[in-house]
């Protein structure tokens, strides 16, 4: 399958090239098209790969063959020549017939903005859970794409309708299916493994009773610049060597880190940054990033974080909250940071606007010029303590881990021993009562 062939040889003098498709159909607007080809650009660099070209066209509706239409192909197949490219990268999701037809007309490999993400999480994926989660995802995309040649392949080498009959390449294609198949049940087992370690490690932490916030939002918003701020000003020993990799570009960040936040005159807190979101993230990449992802699942609080420099920052924080409850995250409490402030204040837009700026559960601020750190701090604090409500728990003596658990993160008011079990009346978090819902009374 071509998507396994991308290698992109750094050590090369010259930068593979490539040549970004846009079709622009149904009733997207002008503005939010150029909006996701200057994302499309954007991912192509994640993939260290040089625009060499782009070629747009407008259609009511994408050709079935070709995604677009056969006078732009040939228009493709030219500006290939032209400029020596090595991969057409489309921005939408193509089929895989669509693919196999336009990398024949073509002769170039082609793929489409689904194929480019998971190549970006394969290159920079660095932990051994997150290689194993993203080459389980790119085998998933690869499945139904080796389905559709087999069917084809049936159609021609299989007239008489014999199961035996089976062309030499059906049979090939019908092995590779069964080794892709093999391979991801072994990927399945070992990260239900590493999972498994997680969750141990996981609730080690939170058997203390320090708040678990996790930093969330849209690629390149600041989540590890934020993270890398509060270290610098926080009691942490060493805290250089406990930074994170904070850069402009997308997907700078692919596996999850937690670090402890001690700041002066704050209760400590674990803070904890993870794997950004991106607009129609490949729902492979999702289901296959959930583990990693869980980190938000059992916050305390979210801190979303919003690139507020970015025109396009109300769609960022749609799909954020979309992606949230996706991963089972969206009952949790949050607050919402307007970052890089900075670039927009002064705009006739924002004239009038100081920084940093409170109000209500958000806060504009500039993470990388540390302005708004002690606010963003003190409202992380008042939004944990106003969440904090009175609730009642019957934990059965059998799950000591749950009594452990509740009487350590919340303030215990009454402790009553039943024949049932432990009765508790707390004061804790809403999101503990949705945690052990099945012991509240
Ligand atoms: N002007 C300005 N730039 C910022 C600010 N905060 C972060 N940046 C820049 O934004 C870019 C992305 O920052 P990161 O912290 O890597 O973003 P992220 O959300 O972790 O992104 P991913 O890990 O790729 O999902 C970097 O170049 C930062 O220097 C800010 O407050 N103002
Ligand atoms: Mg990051």
Redesign the pocket.
Known sequence: MKIQNIIVNEEAMKTPGAILVGLMHGNISDSKFERSMNELEALTG?CDLEVKGTITQTLPHPEHGTFIGSGKVEELKNLINMLDADIVIFGDTLSPIQIRNLENILDTEVIDRTGLILQIFAKRARTRESRMQVEYAQLQFMLPRLAGMRTELSRQGGGSGRLSNKGAGEKKLELDRRRIEKRMAELRRELEAVERERDTQRSKRMSGDIPRIS?V?????????????MLTKSHADNAESKM???????????DTTVRRIDMPGHKPFLLS?????IDELPTTLVKAFRSTLSEAVYADLLVE?I?F?DPDYLNQIEVTEKTLRDIGAGEIPIIYVF?????VIGNSEHAAMTIPHVRNDRIY?????M?GLEELITLMEKTLEGERINAEFLIPYSDGQALHDISTRSDVIETEYTEEGTHLTVKCSKKMIIDYMSYTI
């Open positions: 994640a930093l939002g849209y690629t390149n918003a600041g989540k590890s610049t934020l993270l890398n701020a994170v990799l904070q850069k402009d570009m997308l997907f700078a960040t692919l940054d993870t794997v950004g979101f974080v690139d420099s970052n890089k402030a900075d670039v601020m500039s993470a990388e010029n302005i």
